[in-house]
């Protein structure tokens, strides 16, 4: 096999550890960076998991949240998939986001799900 040969057989495996880095039980962010410093992870992909401490449903306008508590602080949480129950443990990717930021400080935080994790 030549340099070359070996060079993309090791992007491959390369690209497809990569994929399946959602489902590796590492990089997951602590709530309590995102509540200190919501400007350094407006609209960023994060990982994050924790107990669900409260849930919001509001038929009317297709609302669905959770809050998410890890050892460090609470965030909320909103979801097009199904709601957890109170006291579940869960895993998700999702796109942290806010109404607004205001001297530093977030107005309307939260993280809007996009995948749940196992």
Not at 4 to 9: N, P, T, Y
Not at 30 to 42: G, K, L, M
Not at 49 to 73: H, Q, Y
């Amino acid at each position: 096999m030549t340099k070359w040969h070996a060079a993309v057989v090791a992007s491959i495996f390369a690209a497809a550890a990569l994929a399946g880095c959602d489902y590796l039980p590492f990089g997951y962010t602590a709530i309590r960076d995102i509540v200190a410093a919501p400007a350094n992870f407006e609209g960023k992909e994060v990982k994050l998991k924790g107990k669900v401490t409260n849930i919001t449903r509001v038929p009317i306008v297709e609302l669905k949240s959770f809050a998410l508590s890890d050892d460090t602080a609470e965030i909320a949480v909103t979801t097009q998939g199904s709601l957890p129950a109170v006291n579940d443990s869960v895993a998700l990717k999702g796109t942290v986001t806010s109404m607004a930021i205001i001297g530093g400080q977030a107005l309307g935080l939260h993280v809007n799900e996009i995948k749940r994790l196992p």
